[in-house]
Nanobody
Framework: VQLQASGGGLVQAGGSLRLSCVAS????????MGWFRQAPGKEREFVAR????????NYGDSVKDRFTISRDNAKNTVYLQMNNLKPEDTGVYYC????????????????WGQGTQVTVSS
C-alpha cells in the first residue's frame, strides 16, 4: 500500500494550493481519508477528514472555512484545496487512510504518505 502526496510548494500569504494524494495497492473506497500536518518542533495536527462517500467531512478549527477536502474514489485520490493561506499553515502535509471509524486522531489511521511541504511566506 502506498500513498503519494503532491501539490505542495511555496506560496505567499493569501494564496492557494491544492494538494493531491493518490493511493495504490488496494481499493480505499470504503475507508476514511484524511490530511494532517506537522510544523517544525510541533506535534502532528489534524487538518481534515472525509468519509468514504464524501458525504461527511471534518476540519480542524484553524482551517475551517479556508480548506476543503474532497475525494474521487474512482481515482483512489483525496484532495485538499487550501485557500487564504497563512504563514501558520506552513508545515509538512501528510495524507492518511483509516477505517470507517477513524476520526481526528492520527493513531486511528493505518497508512500514511510521505508528506509534501507547504511553505507560506508573509
Amino acid at each position: 500500500v502506498q500513498l503519494q502526496a503532491s501539490g505542495g510548494g511555496l506560496v505567499q500569504a493569501g494564496g492557494s494550493l491544492r494538494l493531491s494524494c493518490v493511493a495504490s495497492g488496494r481499493t480505499f473506497s470504503r475507508y476514511v481519508m484524511g490530511w494532517f500536518r506537522q510544523a517544525p518542533g510541533k506535534e502532528r495536527e489534524f487538518v481534515a477528514r472525509i468519509n468514504w462517500s464524501g458525504s461527511s467531512t471534518n476540519y480542524g478549527d484553524s482551517v475551517k472555512d479556508r480548506f476543503t477536502i474532497s475525494r474521487d474514489n474512482a481515482k483512489n485520490t483525496v484532495y485538499l484545496q487550501m485557500n487564504n493561506l497563512k504563514p501558520e499553515d506552513t508545515g509538512v502535509y501528510y495524507c492518511a487512510v483509516g477505517p470507517p471509524i477513524a476520526t481526528m486522531t492520527s493513531g486511528e489511521y493505518d497508512y500514511w504518505g510521505q508528506g509534501t511541504q507547504v511553505t507560506v511566506s508573509s
